[in-house]
């Protein structure tokens, strides 16, 4: 009985070691190989992405909760900006917004300052949202390319599968098991490298839109301010709190 058990155990250890998954690239060779380096580090830089990414989006949220809740509060536009973050994507826009009125008076042709103001204050965000949006692309195309990557090591397993049947005529299973194995792990690492990436792609993408609509509207609030010469702000959380009246004194009775 142990003896059996024993066997057993030693052909299972050898057929995994047989089938195992490197034995399966050592089957495919170099093109095997290079397609599992390949996916393997698509996955590497696709995590690198998504990560260095969500560190940006997630520093950007904080500074624009903290851009609501005091900077309106100062009780001028360059106060404010001085008391932002030095790398502070709202302090940018700020100081875009600001360096555009100054320039605005040495103009020789004739601008409208509405139209200039909205120029500069368009391309700082312009240029934000490009920056958060760097590397977003590389995840798009390897949620797009990885699938035929495999597909390609899985069409090259088949392949060798049919050699091997043609040239032991018949459809053996120790003949197909290794090149059929080896297909399906192709199949596997492609849709394992795809589907992370896709989902990043579109997580990340909707963030930087909500980040983008933030950014739009505090682009807007500094150009009221400019245009109007600081007449035109938005209400500062604690001024926005309507005063409380005084309690009515009851009417005195006659005497």
């Not at 995994?16 to 490197?22: L, R």
């Not at 043609?166 to 792990?185: C, F, T, W, Y």
Request: proline residues 4%; positive net charge.
């Amino acid at each position: 009985m142990l003896t059996t058990i024993l066997a057993a155990g030693a052909g299972a250890k050898s057929a995994a070691e047989q089938y195992g998954f490197f034995n399966a690239l050592n089957q495919g060779g170099v093109i095997s190989y290079a397609v599992a380096i390949t996916l393997a580090l698509f996955l590497f830089v696709s995590l690198y992405i998504l990560f260095t990414k969500l560190f940006e989006q997630n520093k950007v949220i904080a500074q624009g909760k903290r851009v609501r809740a005091s900077f309106w509060s100062a009780n001028s536009l360059r106060e404010a900006a001085a008391k932002l973050e030095k790398n502070s994507a709202y302090k940018q826009i700020v100081d875009d917004g600001i360096a555009a009125q100054d320039q605005h008076s040495k103009l020789t042709d004739p601008v409208e300052a509405h139209d200039w103001l909205h120029g500069s204050l368009a391309r700082s965000e312009a240029q934000i949202n490009s920056q958060l949006g760097a590397g977003l692309a590389f995840l798009a195309t390897v949620g797009a390319t990885a699938p035929f990557i495999g597909l390609f090591g899985t069409v090259l397993g088949i392949y060798r599968a049919l050699i091997a049947i043609g040239a032991a005529g018949q459809a053996s299973i120790d003949k197909v098991a290794g090149p059929v194995g080896e297909a399906l792990i192709m199949t596997a690492l492609g849709l394992v490298v795809a589907v992370p990436a896709v989902l990043a792609y579109n997580w990340l993408q909707r963030r930087n839109k909500s980040i983008a609509e933030d950014l739009s509207a505090f682009s807007n609030d500094v150009l009221g301010y400019l245009a109007s010469g600081g007449a035109v702000r938005p209400v500062a959380p604690n001024r926005g709190a309507p005063a409380k009246a005084a309690p009515a004194k009851a009417p005195a009775s006659a005497a």
